[in-house]
């Protein structure tokens, strides 16, 4: 009789790490891999260094692949790295979409962190493991947006300790409104036994059969380790008469350093540094007391094994320790202060009665779950079946709009694109906007979320976009204006599909520009192209947009994970739009459609109407800016670029220069400050006949409008002398 044979392929899932070396992170990976590989087809992508002895510890299963880190650009200025699209395509992991993707700490890698958000998978996990996004908020802007970038794609966060999470959040605002749940860093010590005697690998400890006390230390040989430290310790206990052994077991950058200390303080025959060991079970299990000095941790599994083992410790207050130890009854937790871990190690050593004390009470409370226990909990969240995204998030960012909001979100709704979510950002409104919006709870596709405080307008654009958007293409709809094609969003999304081989990351149409007061007509503003649609690189939509002055940002469908890698809405400016679309087209291509998407509505608390005159330079810099960018980067030429570049800076700022004098200066100076700001960002725009003929337009008018403020002021100041002197 024939059975049946079950020839159903497993499913294979991806380990990302940004490095492959000893340390807690690696060590994490290569445990997790061990346990899943029963269950699991497991891949391993490291995209900087790996070591030897990790890689051959891994199950012979596991197919390694790793980055060339010689073909990524060292600019820090490219911030969408290209070179890493195009080695995404060569390697397997990119080509493949995955089960589920396992990265271990990632950051604060850009490479590691762009990786993780480009690998394609059904569900994606991020370990946080370290401390190593404490220094977020000092990063420069391509590392931010990198990291932002991999927490976007993260399904789950599984910080090592409670405590990790709590710290890293107060650091990176994002992370702390990531889902999260803690897993523990995992512990087998069966494994190491089996793999005693492992190549050169002594697994006896050198101290059998001495009656001298016996503290072990594992760690990386590294300044967080604080190994040095401890041999300070250890002298000034030896000084006093409190007499043992010390070993530590790990390698690393410091060593050559220790050694000469070691040499230099005369503790060679007592401080030993006795490198790597696969198997420290027995080590551990013969140890006097187990010390963890270290300065810095995620949750220190060496001290968990320990633990686990029965043996007496003492650790500095790191992170994870007060969830592993019950202190003075479990072990002892100390400050990091050479002085309290001296007179803590030393106590523990001499009494041992309290040693005793904490083997009963270990035997009692074992401080870790079963390794299978742990393995189908990890299981569980890969098998988590998460709702579908929507492909097109609609934003419509807000701030006391609520006679627009309304028909802004009727004509994203509208909209007759299948896979869609519409979001209300409300930047704290004070007015009605809130009641406004919140009649379209009931729709499925609809959300309104409100700030706790008002975070101003461009980084409401960029929490919408980093946070709350759940898209993979974004249009972002200001509340005061709104769309006028219900079909807009499926054409441009047809439109990205016949170009889906090409490196396009946004497409935009024209809008309409209509003016709230009726004494204007509507303009359309369409981009003068041939035909229905254009595809243009970078550099060639750069000097279309200078030569023309088309833009649009209403009418712009965007890849949400370019946008965020590119840190779009970071430049806290009027022009903030122009600026993130003109830098991210320097990354990839743009197509340019020949359609109207929606109006732009044109009021009195336009942001452009209400610009001071102390913010025109640094909005018009901005295009000479990106132009350098991209000479630079060698997508054009200065002498093919400068022509048009010019121009656009003498038209934009001839606008600002209207909008300003007319309704931001003050003061009969007012005049001259705009001719320095003019100077200041081009004394060559002085030579521009557009620019001065707007000048010449305005200049009459100058002395009527200050006349006219300065006679007001007066009124008022005369107004206020009368009350204080009406005042008993």
């Given at each position: ?7 159903l392929p ?16 690696a060590?994490l990976a ?17 995209t900087?260094?790996?070591a030897?002895g ?7 299963q ?15 200025n490219?911030l ?9 395509r060569?390697?397997?992991p ?7 993707l396992?990265?271990?700490s990632?950051f ?8 993780m958000?480009?690998?394609?998978a059904?569900r994606k996990?991020?370990f946080l ?8 908020p ?5 590392e931010?947006s990198?990291i932002e970038c991999?927490?976007?794609s993260?399904d789950?966060v ?5 405590r990790?999470?709590?710290?890293m959040?107060?650091q990176?605002p994002m992370l702390?409104r ?18 005693a005697?492992v190549?050169?690998d ?5 101290w ?13 040989l ?7 430290q ?9 000084q006093?008469g409190?007499?043992?052994d010390?070993y ?8 050559a350093?220790?050694?000469a200390?070691i040499v230099?303080?005369?503790m060679?025959?007592v401080f030993?540094?006795?490198?790597v ?6 080590w551990m299990?013969q ?15 060496v001290?968990?094994e ?15 320790v ?8 479990t072990g002892?937790?100390?400050p990091?202060?050479?002085?309290t871990m ?8 001499l009494?041992?009665g309290?040693?005793a004390q904490?083997?009963?009470?270990l035997?009692?409370?074992p401080?870790?779950?079963d ?21 097109v ?10 006679q ?7 004509s994203?709704?509208m909209?007759?694109f299948?896979?869609l ?9 004070t007015?009605q906007?809130?009641?406004?919006a ?30 709350h958007?759940?898209?993979e293409?974004?249009?972002m709809?200001d ?9 807009f969003?499926s054409?441009?999304?047809q439109?990205?599909?016949h170009?889906?081989?090409?490196s396009?990351?946004f497409?935009q149409a ?5 003016y709230?007061s ?18 243009m ?7 279309f947009v ?8 209403l009418g ?10 590119n840190?779009c809405y ?17 990354e990839?291509?743009?197509l340019?459609l ?5 109006c ?9 109407k209400?610009?001071?005159?102390n913010?025109?330079?640094v ?6 800016q990106?132009?350098?960018t ?13 022509g048009?570049?010019?121009?656009y800076?003498?038209?934009t ?7 300003t004098?007319?309704r ?5 100076l007012a005049?001259l400050?705009?001719?320095a700001?003019?100077?200041s960002?081009d004394?060559?725009l ?5 620019l ?7 200049l009459?008018?100058?002395p009527?409008l200050?006349?006219h ?5 007066i009124?008022?100041?005369g107004?206020?002398?009368?009350r204080?002197n009406?005042?008993?």
């Amino acid at each position: 009789m024939n059975m049946a044979v079950n020839t159903l392929p497993r499913h294979r899932i991806l380990f990302l790490a940004q490095e492959f070396v000893a340390g807690g992170a690696a060590f994490l990976a290569l445990r997790h891999m061990q346990r899943l590989v029963p269950d699991y087809d497991i891949d391993l992508l490291v995209t900087g260094s790996c070591a030897d002895g990790m890689l051959r510890q891994l199950p012979q299963q596991v197919s390694v692949f790793t980055l060339d880190v010689q073909s990524w650009r060292a600019d820090v200025n490219a911030l969408w790295c290209l070179d890493l699209l195009l080695a995404a395509r060569a390697l397997p992991p990119f080509q493949h979409t995955y089960h589920a993707l396992l990265a271990t700490s990632v950051f604060p890698s850009r490479r590691a962190c762009l990786a993780m958000s480009l690998v394609q998978a059904r569900r994606k996990l991020l370990f946080l493991v370290d401390e190593r996004l404490a220094r977020y908020p000092q990063r420069l802007l391509p590392e931010r947006s990198a990291i932002e970038c991999a927490l976007l794609s993260a399904d789950l966060v599984l910080p090592v300790s409670a405590r990790l999470w709590q710290h890293m959040a107060q650091q990176c605002p994002m992370l702390a409104r990531r889902p999260w749940q803690v897993l523990h860093p995992p512990v087998e010590l069966a494994r190491n036994e089996a793999h005693a005697n492992v190549g050169m690998d002594i697994s006896d400890p050198p101290w059998l059969g001495s009656k001298r006390p016996v503290v072990l230390t594992v760690a990386r040989l590294s300044t967080e380790k604080q190994i040095l430290q401890c041999l300070q310790i250890h002298h000034r206990l030896r000084q006093d008469g409190v007499d043992f052994d010390w070993y530590v077991l790990g390698e690393g950058p410091e060593q050559a350093r220790l050694q000469a200390e070691i040499v230099a303080l005369h503790m060679s025959d007592v401080f030993f540094l006795s490198g790597v060991r696969s198997n420290v079970v027995p080590w551990m299990q013969q140890c006097t007391v187990f010390a963890l000095f270290s300065a810095s941790e995620g949750c220190p599994t060496v001290v968990i094994e320990a633990l686990t083992l029965g043996c007496p410790v003492i650790v500095t207050d790191v992170n994870g320790v007060d969830e592993l130890i019950d202190n003075g009854r479990t072990g002892l937790i100390v400050p990091n202060e050479i002085s309290t871990m001296a007179t803590g190690l030393s106590r523990l050593l001499l009494d041992g009665g309290l040693r005793a004390q904490f083997r009963c009470a270990l035997a009692n409370d074992p401080p870790v779950s079963d390794p299978a226990q742990e393995r189908a909990c990890l299981i569980a969240q890969i098998e988590v079946t998460a709702p579908i995204a929507p492909i097109v998030s609609i934003l419509i960012p807000t701030y006391n709009q609520a006679q627009y909001i309304g028909q802004a979100i009727r004509s994203a709704l509208m909209q007759d694109f299948a896979s869609l979510e519409v979001l209300v950002l409300d930047d704290a409104s004070t007015d009605q906007t809130a009641v406004v919006a919140r009649q379209w709870d009931s729709d499925p596709r609809f959300r309104y979320i409100c700030n706790e405080r008002n975070l101003g307008r461009v980084a409401n654009y960029r929490r919408a976009l980093v946070e709350h958007a759940r898209g993979e293409w974004v249009l972002m709809l200001d509340g005061d204006d709104y769309l006028t094609d219900a079909s807009f969003i499926s054409h441009a999304w047809q439109a990205l599909q016949h170009h889906a081989g090409r490196s396009v990351l946004f497409a935009q149409a024209g809008h309409c520009v209509t003016y709230r007061s009726g004494r204007r007509p509507d303009v359309d503003i369409l981009p003068p192209i041939v035909g229905t649609e254009q595809l243009m690189s970078g550099a060639q939509y750069l000097k279309f947009v200078y030569e023309t002055g088309f833009f649009t940002h209403l009418g712009t469908l965007y890849h949400r994970r370019a946008a965020v890698a590119n840190g779009c809405y970071s430049a806290n400016i009027s022009s903030s739009d122009m600026d993130s679309f003109l830098r991210l087209a320097l990354e990839g291509e743009v197509l340019v459609l020949n359609t109207i998407a929606g109006c732009w509505v044109q009021h009195s608390t336009n942001a452009s109407k209400n610009l001071p005159a102390n913010k025109i330079a640094v909005n018009v810099r901005i295009f000479r800016q990106i132009a350098l960018t991209a000479v630079q980067r060698g997508l054009t030429s200065m002498a093919h670029i400068e022509g048009p570049l010019s121009r656009y800076e003498a038209h934009t700022f001839a606008y600002l220069f209207g909008q300003t004098l007319g309704r931001a200066a003050h003061g009969p100076l007012a005049p001259l400050k705009i001719l320095a700001v003019l100077l200041s960002v081009d004394p060559r725009l002085l030579l521009n006949r557009h620019l001065l003929s707007v000048c010449r337009r305005h200049l009459p008018s100058v002395p009527r409008l200050l006349k006219h403020r300065w006679m007001l002021r007066i009124k008022q100041s005369g107004k206020r002398r009368e009350r204080r002197n009406n005042v008993p």
